[in-house]
T-cell receptor, first 111, second 114 residues
Framework: RKEVEQDPGPFNVPEGATVAFNCTYS??????FFWYRQDCRKEPKLLMS???SGNEDGRFTAQLNRASQYISLLIRDSKLSDSATYLC????????????FGKGTRLHILP | DAGVIQSPRHEVTEMGQEVTLRCKPI?????LFWYRQTMMRGLELLIY????????DSGMPEDRFSAKMPNASFSTLKIQPSEPRDSAVYFC????????????FGEGSRLTVL
């Protein structure tokens, strides 16, 4: 099983719709989780951290399910500008504190 | 404030040539990371430094790759000799808190080896 797995997509979603995607991780020692966004031919940028109790930032909601070892990102009222690749990041709090990026989920918001 | 600065932005070279990529991290950041991104493999960590010291280089693909950080404001990633399979976008990122904090990426160096 890969350390971090994401559905590559693409998710083609009409503007205004709600979309959600998950990211699964294999290391139960993982303790820190993030979502990054990467626009086409640009660098990744932090979108939001993922807290144990779940957290919201405007139209974006991130959740963590430790029992099933996945994190999720939900986008409400999607905008054209949300079109991007969303990368999940998992960090295991062991000696190396290894940072693992998922390969990303591509999202296309359709007008 | 200046972000992470990488150079060159684009490089096209022939197989067997030496390639040197450069990175200037954000001032005050103690951690510096080198990543490689391809469609097939996604974003892979090659090596990272803490306070200029290499901490984990297990992601460096082979001896053709080397990285240095002679001071807090400069790092290089060198490929010698380069091969076509090294073609990728190479990102440098810096962080004030290692993996616990946000990684700030440079714009990347797009390498094409013919």
């Amino acid at each position: 099983r890969k350390e971090v797995e994401q559905d590559p997509g693409p998710f083609n979603v009409p503007e205004g719709a709600t979309v959600a995607f998950n990211c699964t991780y294999s290391n139960s020692a993982s303790q820190s989780f993030f979502w990054y966004r990467q626009d086409c031919r640009k660098e990744p940028k932090l979108l939001m951290s993922v807290y144990s109790s779940g957290n919201e930032d405007g139209r974006f909601t991130a959740q963590l399910n430790r029992a099933s070892q996945y994190i999720s990102l939900l986008i409400r009222d999607s905008k054209l500008s949300d079109s991007a690749t969303y990368l999940c990041v998992v960090i295991a709090r062991n000696r190396d504190d290894k940072i693992i990026f998922g390969k990303g989920t591509r999202l296309h918001i359709l007008p | 404030d200046a972000g992470v600065i990488q150079s060159p932005r684009h490089e096209v070279t022939e197989m067997g040539q030496e390639v040197t990529l450069r990175c200037k991290p954000i001032s005050g950041h103690d951690y510096l990371f080198w990543y490689r991104q391809t469609m097939m493999r996604g974003l892979e960590l090659l090596i990272y430094f803490n306070n200029n010291v290499p901490i984990d280089d297990s992601g460096m693909p082979e001896d053709r790759f080397s990285a240095k950080m002679p001071n807090a404001s400069f790092s290089t990633l060198k490929i010698q000799p380069s091969e076509p399979r090294d073609s990728a976008v190479y990102f440098c990122a810096s962080s004030a808190r290692g993996g616990a904090g946000e990684l700030f990426f440079g714009e990347g160096s797009r390498l094409t080896v013919l």
